[in-house]
């Protein structure tokens, strides 16, 4: 399959992961990114904790390892596997998947954490989740508006063939995919398979998903009280 290359540039796009996951800070200490491999090993021997949060740094090429201030979100996206694999991973690498706006990143990340707790029977509770918006500059492989023509790839739950386009397109040296929103029409998507395209990476609010045992029945923000207890 042969896909057009289309320029994107987002600022911002929006990842939403589970605040279980906590916010750490390695990537951010770390001024000239040749230095990360032996900040890791260094890490590895003292702080086994610490390690293991960070991820493994060997999953990131040299080339494309990013470190400065608003880093550690992004590449903990690459140096964390997720064994499940995704839409565009099989597994074996990692991938930046974000959305063109808050409420696309939500419709996804609902649908996936809905399947994961029907899967495990997961009894009634609240999960938190932390946003982020993150900056995107760069070219991509274009799939957006062939949801007709690729229904394999946007299968809704059968990852197999956006896998193995990923995993070819990766191998070329493809910097990502954009695509559209499987779980929101209207919505857009983003797949990195670089964290070069990606900077200036901050924290924004916080949700709590609701899950009632079959679903998750409501999305809300959680904020904190000012001195004057006030919103």
């Known amino acids: 399959m042969t896909l057009p290359i ?3 540039e987002r ?3 929006w990842r939403l992961i ?3 996951f906590p916010p750490i800070r390695l990537f ?3 001024t000239d990114p040749d230095d990360l491999e032996a900040i890791f090993e260094l890490h590895a021997l003292t702080n086994p904790r610490l390690r293991d949060e960070a991820g493994d740094i060997a999953l990131v090429p040299p080339e494309d390892r990013i470190s400065c201030p608003g880093t550690t979100i992004i590449m903990a996206a690459f ?3 997720n064994r499940s694999g995704s839409r565009f991973s099989d597994g074996t690498y990692g991938v930046f998947h974000a959305a063109n706006d808050i409420n696309t990143a939500i419709a996804e990340t609902r649908y996936h954490r809905e399947q994961f707790l029907g899967a495990t029977n997961q009894p ?3 999960l938190d989740m932390r946003v982020y918006l993150v900056d995107l ?3 991509l492989h274009d799939l957006s508006c062939q949801k007709a023509a690729q229904p394999l ?3 809704n739950d059968n990852h197999a063939a956006g896998q193995h386009l990923a995993g070819t397109l990766r191998e070329t040296g493809s910097n990502g995919i954009a695509d559209d929103s499987v779980r929101r029409t209207g919505g857009d998507c983003v797949a990195v398979f670089r964290p070069l395209l990606l900077s200036t990476a901050r924290q924004g609010r916080h949700l709590c998903y609701v899950w009632n045992g079959r679903d998750i029945e409501t999305v809300y923000e959680k904020r904190e009280l000012g001195e004057d207890g006030q919103f």
Do not use: F, T
């Open 18 to 20: 589970p605040s279980r």
């Open 11 to 13: 600022k911002p796009c």
């Open 79 to 81: 140096a964390h596997l």
């Open 28 to 30: 951010e200490r770390v």
């Open 6 to 8: 289309v320029h994107i």
């Open 124 to 126: 009634h509770m609240e």
């Open 153 to 155: 790839i946007y299968h």
């Open 137 to 139: 500059d760069g070219d």
